[in-house]
């Protein structure tokens, strides 16, 4: 059993959050703690080999299922409703396979249970050709990254997961190396055993094609109890492009 690094703040109905692929918990500290306004005790999770939480020498799904069931058991829940973003849905999807009882509630931010492309690389490569421990400023990395990366907003996203060292230089708060090789895993699809009965949001960006038509009916053939929502001028990175939209239809959905 591995401690995952977590915040937690509110009291109510225990809600917790998982990140997606290269994030942590600060992704989702400003609408979790609008959350916490409203009722509700949030836990926002670390993954492993990513944040603050224990780097390991495997990552795949079943594995991250497995930590948030020793964290759900460890924080004495009956039971919690799951948040997860991208990589992290899809940790919330194994999650209610392998302990349905442990989820009253599930959201799945912008992400199918499909098997998806390598749209990674561009990302690994400009991180992995880069020794961050020799650069001496913010500023050096961000424009390193300009070059390599189009995305602005990945961009941000990626300096967000940089520290800098006592001795100067820079490192991620990911663990790089061990993603990069389990690559596989994290783009794989999460297997079925059973239609889901447990209430489940999918919430899809506007903007985003992460989630198409032809998921959707793969989404309502999984889940019994499903609702389909679509965020109006939203990315990939729904909780940041549009947080009051997507804090509406969270709430509407929890009652």
Same mark, same amino acid.
């Given at each position: 059993?591995?401690? %995952? ?7 109510? =109905? ?30 926002l999770?670390?993954? =492993? ?13 079943? %594995? $991250?299922?497995?930590? %948030?069931?020793?964290f759900?058991?460890?924080?004495? !829940?009956?039971?919690? &409703?799951?948040?997860?973003?991208? @990589? ?16 009253? #509630?599930?959201i799945?931010?912008? &992400? ?14 400009? !991180? ?30 990626? !300096? #967000?997961?940089?520290?800098r $060292? ?6 991620? #708060? @990911? ?5 990069? #090789? ?34 959707? @009916?793969?989404?309502?053939? $999984?889940?019994a109890?499903? &609702? ?17 939209? %997507? ?9």
């Amino acid at each position: 059993m591995i401690q %995952l690094n977590f915040k937690s703040f509110g009291e109510g =109905r225990p809600i917790i959050f998982l990140h997606g692929l290269f994030g942590m918990l600060d992704n989702w500290q400003t609408f979790g703690k609008k959350m916490a306004e409203n009722g509700y005790e949030v836990f926002l999770i670390d993954q =492993r080999d990513h944040g603050k939480s224990p780097t390991t020498e495997a990552f795949n799904y079943k %594995l $991250l299922a497995n930590d %948030l069931k020793d964290f759900v058991v460890d924080q004495g !829940l009956n039971s919690a &409703i799951i948040v997860g973003h991208s @990589m992290g849905g899809k940790t919330a999807m194994q999650f209610v396979v392998d302990w349905p009882y442990l989820v009253d #509630k599930l959201i799945i931010v912008d &992400i199918a249970p499909k098997e998806y492309p390598n749209g990674h690389q561009a990302i690994f490569d400009a !991180l992995l050709d880069y020794d961050l421990a020799t650069i001496q400023s913010r500023s050096e990395v961000y424009e390193y990254l300009k070059s390599k990366l189009e995305d602005e907003s990945t961009i941000q996203f990626l !300096l #967000k997961n940089m520290n800098r $060292l006592p001795e100067g230089g820079y490192q991620l #708060k @990911m663990n790089l190396e061990l993603l990069y #090789k389990e690559y596989s895993n994290i783009i794989s699809n999460v297997t079925f055993k059973d239609t889901i009965k447990v209430p489940t949001l999918f919430v899809k960006g506007a903007l985003s094609n992460y989630i198409t038509k032809d998921d959707e @009916m793969v989404i309502k053939s $999984l889940f019994a109890n499903v &609702i389909i929502k679509e965020i109006p001028n939203a990315s990939h990175w729904v909780h940041a492009d549009q947080p009051q939209e %997507l804090f509406n239809v969270f709430t509407e959905f929890l009652g």
